[in-house]
């Protein structure tokens, strides 16, 4: 089980990689870009460590819904990405960044993958514990009701790091922009 477990982690780091790195190769247009740059420094400007934890942290509460949060984590990585692409198109000096340091390289970055491949191992764990439940047919509610706790004790876990992210992508930020 906890072997099942480890492999669906480690399939998701795969997918939510390979997904951000689909949006960073992303071509953007010059009005999409100037526009996302402008939104997300207007937004940067007025946010701090909580408002960072808060927004990943409601990003990643669907990723755990069976089924429908693997579509939404895969979506969430690519736009992610994408947004990524946009940022480099405007400040041409960041176009050497290889988009899949961001993610394993920086401290805030590693904190967020390992939060967003819990939900979505989480996701997936679910959809395969349903199909197990329903070729051996048996109840499905009582293999429902087993995943209650282990998913609260993950949904925590997920909490705790993107708080931590919060803050440490917050002062990154305003580390470079005092500089």
Do not use: H
Request: aromatic share 14%; net charge positive.
């Amino acid at each position: 089980m906890i072997k099942i477990r480890i492999i669906f982690f480690f399939v998701s780091l795969g997918l939510f990689s390979l997904s951000f790195q689909i949006g960073a190769m992303s071509k953007v247009s010059y009005e999409e870009a100037n526009a996302f740059a402008n939104g997300f420094q207007s937004i940067m400007e007025e946010t701090n460590g909580i408002g960072i934890f808060v927004n990943n942290f409601l990003a990643t509460l669907p990723m755990f819904i069976p089924g429908v949060g693997i579509a939404w984590g895969l979506y969430t990585a690519w736009s992610t990405g994408f947004g990524f692409a946009a940022i480099i198109s405007t400040m041409p000096g960041l176009s050497e960044i290889q988009p899949l340091s961001i993610l394993f390289l920086s401290p805030f970055g590693v904190l967020e993958l390992i939060a967003y491949s819990i939900a979505l191992s989480c996701s997936f764990y679910f959809i395969y514990t349903i199909i197990n439940k329903v070729k051996s047919k048996s109840p499905i509610k009582s293999a429902l009701k087993s995943q209650i706790k282990p998913s609260l004790i993950q949904i925590g876990i997920a909490l705790a790091l993107l708080l931590a992210a919060g803050f440490l992508e917050d002062y990154m930020i305003k580390s470079v922009q005092a500089l």
